[in-house]
């Protein structure tokens, strides 16, 4: 630990490698990310309940509010500006099909979750589609055109 309690760190972010940077020891990854402009990853909650601040970090996804930024130290980061594959280009096109993106706030963390289920291969009904998103908090769509617009993609992709 260096003076006035900030740590050095190095990890990647979206391909991007940050090395030694110094970081407040109890500076949440989500705020880490945004002052580095990777603001996709919203704040809402700060408490681990919306998930709009859901990232991926060594693969899993993980909400980046419940983590320090130092605890990324050594990880591979995605945040939704990094998904930019064949995949989830097919899921932004379903959720605008489906008008899943209503006010957009939720979007980014609909978006990472909805990657992890597709990776995951299942193939889920209607109702573990809700499920699944469950810890995910939307107030405009009602939804019904989130699960609409994943149901689509889990079709395409199995």
Known sequence: MAANNTLSISFTVNGEKFNNVNVPSRQHLADFLRSQGFTGTHLGC????????TIEMD???VRSCLVLASQANGSDLKTVEGFDDKMMEQVKQ???????????????????????ILLSKKKLTRDEIRSEISGNYCRCTGYQSIVDAIEECINEVN
Not at 46 to 53: D, F, L, R
Not at 96 to 113: D, R, V, Y
């Open 46 to 53: 700060e408490q681990g309940a919306c998930g709009a601040c």
């Open 94 to 116: 379903s959720f605008l099909k489906h008008n899943a993106f209503q006010c957009g706030f939720c979007s980014p963390g609909m978006l990472m979750t909805t990657k992890e």
């Open 59 to 61: 693969g899993k996804a």
